[in-house]
């Protein structure tokens, strides 16, 4: 199992905006590439599937860029991963259907409950987690790091 770019990449972008956001101009492709270090062109594919998909709002002119279109508490990780065109996936064999042993033996393999323990978790998490908790765990970690290295 391994997470997309533009899954990673997609949930960093609407994290970075919701942040810059917070001086309540909207936040531009370019200034986003550069605070995250990724290009504007990718960049503004994933921005335009994450606007479509009802996560951003676009505005145009010299002042123009995006913002989220609602509270990022009330976004999810998993609604992010959806929108930018991706799913967490795990072997077919998470279901009897998709399971080849299933077909030929008439049960599924030792490992199959393992596998749809495991798909049933990370949803599970992904659903429950919203931008706005990242956002504030983030910043809980990096008070701590600050007072730490303070000492």
């Known amino acids: 199992m391994k997470v997309s770019t533009r899954a990673h990449y997609g949930l960093r972008a609407v994290i970075a905006i919701s942040e810059m956001a917070r001086s309540g101009l909207p936040v531009s492709v370019s200034d ?13 594919q994933l921005v335009s599937k994450l606007r479509r998909a009802g996560i951003l709002r676009s505005y145009r002119g010299a002042r123009g860029g995006y913002e989220l279109v609602r509270d990022p508490d009330t976004i999810t990780v998993a609604e992010v991963l959806r929108a930018a065109g991706e799913q967490i996936v795990f072997p077919e064999c998470t279901t009897p259907e998709g399971c080849e042993l299933a077909h030929q033996r008439g049960h599924v393999c030792a490992s199959s409950h ?10 599970k998490i992904a659903e429950e987690t919203t931008v706005g908790s990242l956002i504030r765990n983030y910043e809980e970690e990096m008070g701590k790091t600050r007072a730490e290295n303070r000492q």
């Open 114 to 123: 393992f596998w749809q323990n495991l798909n049933f978790m990370v949803n």
């Open 32 to 44: 986003v590439a550069k605070a995250e270090n990724l290009s504007d062109t990718y960049l503004e």
